[in-house]
């Protein structure tokens, strides 16, 4: 049979076609696909980093400086729980930058960043990372494909991991009230005070005097640093100067420093601006992020033994300070 | 902030009498008093969850089906009371992942619509104990969803060449309903440059399937409403307008300051004024409620007449999605604001 130049070329194109159609369906796992252990190595040891007999996830993100609270919070989560249960867990930046340098020197951060250089290749056996902001790669003990997430939140992660670990997931969707009252102890926290052009340091110790805090938890960082530092803004022009209380914000250890600072230079807010360390403790739990308190900042006035005179959402704050409620009901607190 | 007002020229009056006119002109054929305002009350609709999750309500026969899209769950309360759960998060058979839409037929059979891998939209269809009894997957992002007597699935699907594709509860595709209508066929001839372009996000729809297993559509970029029989040949097509709305027929096209006080949504790769948010069919009182993008609830006959307007007064914002219970009372909820909001009449 003879075949005349043009059907050649079209036969050679179909051929070429079927043949990449045929490599791309080799080169994609599918779900309940066994994984070869050695398709993820470790650049530095040479040791395939997926074993069996483990749950195996590798978390994908375009870039750590948006995704920075979420990569805190699954560090977080992995040491406080998963990591005694033998989770193994691996990261991969595409565009890392200082913000990686920033995770990496966090104490206790030691969940490997893998180079996206090196795992490209392995990435695309699961999708493009070029096409992705981030995805979640299950793997299970028996070296199966569990299933691969191409959007998530913090508290998705902590229901897949409840899932696949425990079979049972603890939803924590109530709105719950303050766990800390008045009469309580103001908790300690580890703090940093950020100030711009000057170099933080760690202090575990405020002046035991009367002072009004907000405390910024980090469900949602950007309403936080964007509409609620905006609203804050216009309230503290509103609080008395000087002469009047003394007040100072503290942010949850999942905000980065240089977007707080930003924020605060933008603003420019004037009262001591702290980063907790340690969770904090009475406002927002290391294992349920998510958890809805009544509102992302909560108004805690203490006084000189350091106990809770006062404590309510910042919208609750807000009313009874505008309507002159609160200072009639600390009369000698405002001077 | 001080607003400036502008000065009211000769020009400007006569204008101003003219939509005066209009606005009469319009009310009137509505009938007299048939525009009723309501206010927005704070609503207690269910205990114990965070609403920040919800995505959709819908009661029937007593019980409350809640869509927890934030929990990838379907809740059911009787009495203000969690009474059952189906699905958790995942991507197995009867798990779900950010469910997006719900349906509870005649049958207390539940739809559910959600995502697999990247885009694909997954429908699982379960009975009234919570048992699996079907499922397949789209492998295109779809807008609208309806359900008829006899459990086939409808789904807004322009890229497919008609409005609607009709799925069997197996997931056969064994219909296609509606031609796509071009943009310029409602906005005018001078937008016809933009047919092509906009051609999918013009015909993205909202569906309702009525007792009569009539197929209902509107499109959330055009003020435009059809009817079509269970044969899927076409009733009626209509255009819906009000005076609020009117405008949204330019800041659609325009943007610019104005169209930043209405909803929009990006749909296809366009970011879009939204014309229709929402579409709601009440069998009881054969009714059709439309959200519209002024934020006024039109409600329409079984012929497709305008019946009132229900107007919402309120300072909460900018109006997202709206619910109607067993009682007939209206729920709206707020963009930005997760609260639903009771609608209690004022005049």
Known sequence: ?335 | MKKNFPVCSGRSAAALLWIVLTCLLFSASLGAGEIAVFKAELAETFTGLNVENVSHLIQKNGILYILETGNHRVLTLKNNVISGQLGRIGQKKGEFYYPRDLIVDNKSRLYVLDFVGKSANRVQIFDAAGELLSGFTIASKTWGFAVDSKGNVFLGQPHSGALISVFSPAGKRIAGIGNLIRPSEIYGKEYKSSDRLFKNPMNRVHIAVDEKDNTWVSFLFMPLLIKFNPAGELLFKKVVDTPALTPLRKIIWQGGKESRDYLSRNIDGHQMTVIVKDMIYKPALKELYLLLGSDEILVLDDGGKPRRIIKPQFVQGVLESFFINEANEILVRFFFHPEFYKLTIIK
């Open chain 1, 1 to 335: 049979m003879k075949f005349k130049k043009f059907d050649k070329f079209w036969l050679t194109t179909l051929c070429i076609t079927l043949l990449l159609s045929c490599g791309v369906g080799e080169n994609t796992y599918k779900t309940g696909e066994e994984i070869p252990a050695s398709f993820l190595q470790n650049p530095e040891d040479t040791q395939p980093l997926i074993k069996s007999g483990h749950f195996n996830v590798i978390l994908f993100f375009n870039s750590s400086a948006s995704d920075y609270s979420l990569i805190k919070y699954i560090d977080n989560l992995y040491h406080s729980k998963y990591k005694d249960l033998g989770l193994r867990l691996f990261l991969i930046v595409k565009s890392a930058g200082h913000h990686e340098a920033g995770v990496k020197k966090e104490p206790g951060f030691d969940l490997p960043i893998l180079p996206f250089d090196r795992s490209e290749k392995a990435l695309r056996k699961f999708f493009d990372p070029y096409a992705n902001e981030r995805a979640l790669i299950v793997i299970n003990p028996g070296l199966k494909l569990e299933a691969v997430y191409f959007f998530f939140k913090e508290d998705d992660v902590r229901q897949l991991f409840e899932k696949y670990y425990f079979d049972k997931i603890t939803y924590r969707g109530e709105i719950e009230k303050e766990k800390l009252s008045t009469g309580d102890l103001f908790p300690g926290f580890s703090i940093i005070k950020l100030a711009p052009g000057r170099e933080s340091y760690l202090t575990n110790q405020v002046e035991l005097a009367p002072r009004l805090w907000f405390i910024f938890r980090s469900n949602c960082v950007s309403c936080v640093l964007n509409k609620y530092l905006r609203r804050y803004k216009s309230l503290e022009d509103k609080l008395p100067g000087k002469t009047g209380i003394a007040r100072a914000l503290i942010f949850s250890p999942y905000f980065l420093e240089d977007e707080i600072l930003k924020k605060m230079k933008h603003y420019k807010i004037a009262a001591p601006v702290y980063l907790s360390q340690d969770e904090l403790r009475g406002f927002e739990d290391y294992y349920y992020k998510d958890a809805a308190a009544a509102d992302s900042v909560s108004v805690v006035l203490t006084n000189q033994k350091n106990r809770i005179f006062y404590i309510a959402p910042f919208p609750d704050f807000v009313l009874e300070w505008e309507g002159g409620k609160f200072e009639k009901k600390f009369p000698g607190l405002f001077r």
